[in-house]
């Protein structure tokens, strides 16, 4: 099961509705569900807040570090408290998905993403879990440091707010461990189009002899 969800971005107002926080959005949105407040902690260098839940102990964290020391964060808290890699799982925003969907992964390559390159050195391992949140991709490399650094347009706000509500959805499951279907609430962007109900038979004509139908 998940013990430690992390949300990546970076600190300080000029960050908070840029693309690269949308993982600070995701656990803004978990703190709120479970009626948390985070606090900094200094011990591990991040906003943090502690539950219970079906007796185990849920950890939610925010690096306060900047993005590219991110691992410093979550490698403290994770050794302190015996949490192993497969335990954490770091929301983070994602260029190669598009706005309005996510993906759940464990383990695999960093991709570049600095944060998840630090957590990854910080760690010793790549093996905890990742909930993708699709931004899009400015379609130029050259532009993609200002792209996440930008706020994404009205549009693709509201888009990747409705997938932060999808994935929350899927909390139960993952502090169950029933990780196929949290991967299934989160990767499924749209809720299946219902059958259209069934047509009455049609009207049996009455040929009573004498009987006289109303116009």
């Known amino acids: 099961m998940i013990k430690l969800f992390v949300g990546l971005g970076n600190p300080g107002p000029e960050y908070e509705a840029t693309r690269h ?5 995701w656990i803004d949105a978990l703190a709120r569900q ?9 011990s591990y260098h991040g906003m943090l807040a502690r539950t219970s839940i079906n007796g185990q102990t849920v950890w939610l964290l925010q690096p306060q570090t900047f993005m590219n020391l991110s691992g410093k964060s ?3 808290l994770a050794r302190f408290f015996k949490i192993a890699p497969e335990e954490i799982l770091v929301a983070h925003d994602e260029m190669d998905i598009a706005p309005g969907e996510a993906k759940l992964k464990l383990g695999g390559s960093h991709a ?5 390159r630090d957590i990854h050195a910080q760690l010793g391992s790549d093996r905890y879990w990742r909930l993708r949140i699709g931004v899009g991709h400015p379609g130029d490399k050259s532009e993609v440091v200002s792209w996440v650094l930008k706020k994404p347009s009205q549009d693709h706000r509201i ?4 997938t932060l509500d999808r994935a929350l959805l899927a909390v139960p499951d993952l502090l169950a461990g029933a990780m196929d279907k949290a991967t299934m609430r989160i990767h499924t962007s749209k809720p299946p189009r219902p059958k259209p109900p069934k047509a009455p038979p049609p009207a049996q004509a009455d040929n009573t002899p004498g009987r006289t139908e109303l116009p």
Not at 34 to 42: C, E
């Open 74 to 76: 979550v490698a403290a």
């Open 34 to 42: 479970l009626k948390l407040g985070l606090q900094m902690d200094r």
């Open 159 to 162: 888009a990747i707010e409705q």
């Open 112 to 116: 570049g993403h600095n944060g998840l």
């Open 21 to 25: 926080n949308a993982g600070f959005w």
